[in-house]
């Protein structure tokens, strides 16, 4: 177990998944459209977010409402849905792996979410952090490099109504320029450095977070703002476990 980098979050860290192990909270404004599922699953989410987010320091209000909401049972698969309210990462095809919600909900609660906000995430996996995204009222674009999930995502966000997200099957190296630039951009995948391109596609006033590094526990999660001149500042928080960035499509 890890306490946080000084100055970072007040969270403690546990260890790892396609997210990392860890403790936190934070929330959003948005009507549950979306919520037509049984009631255990929305004590579970009530469950998670009172007793995982909310004392792991999570305070982000937005985010907080959007986790409550957003079912994350439809985003694993059929025999792993028993665990989706547990925090942990789970398994999700192709070696990848869905972030734990503690996660998911940080690296929301970082870029600041709000009512129409532009947001780049690259890997987007079973789409659950884009739905937590959108959800919280942001306007998103994800890119996925396995087409099977890219696919399989834009399927279920549209099923479940989620109609503020884009997907595209792509190489998340090379960002989104058509849609360029963005209030943030979220990367759920570790690369040893930040792709240039990205950097570039990041608003003035904009956030980036993402893990950085190449191995655990060599991986750190970094949030880098733009400010309104263009200058850059990162800062690295704390240790995390994300899979690697891939170059190209599969």
């Known amino acids: 177990m890890w306490q946080l980098k000084s100055g970072a979050v007040s969270a403690k860290l546990f260890a790892c998944g396609h997210g990392l192990l860890l403790t936190l909270g934070i929330a959003a404004p948005v009507a549950c459209q979306r919520d037509p599922d049984l009631g255990q699953w929305r004590e579970a989410r009530a469950r998670l ?124 190296y090379a960002g989104w320029p058509d849609e360029a630039p963005f209030d943030a951009i979220v990367v759920t995948a570790a690369a040893e450095s930040i792709p240039p391109a990205l950097v570039d596609q990041l608003a003035p006033g904009g956030r980036l977070v993402m893990p950085v590094g190449d191995q655990f526990p060599g991986q750190d999660l970094v949030l880098v703002k733009k400010d309104a001149a263009g200058k850059l500042t990162s800062r690295q928080l704390f240790p995390v476990r994300f899979v690697p960035l891939l170059r190209g499509v599969r």
């Open 49 to 172: 977010v009172d007793e995982r987010l909310v004392p792991a320091g999570i305070r982000d209000s937005a985010t907080l409402a959007a986790m409550r909401i957003v079912p994350r049972h439809e985003f694993v698969p059929l025999d792993q849905r028993g665990l989706a309210y547990e925090d942990i990462p789970l398994p999700i095809g192709h070696d990848q792996t869905i972030s734990q919600p503690t996660v998911v909900a940080l690296m929301t609660e970082l870029i600041q979410p709000r009512a129409g906000k532009r947001v780049l995430e690259v890997g987007t996996g079973s789409g659950y952090q884009a739905a937590v995204l959108a959800q919280a009222g942001c306007r998103v674009w994800t890119i996925e490099i396995f087409q099977a999930l890219a696919e399989e995502a834009r399927d279920r966000l549209a099923r479940l109504g989620y109609s503020n997200v884009t997907v595209r099957h792509g190489d998340g």
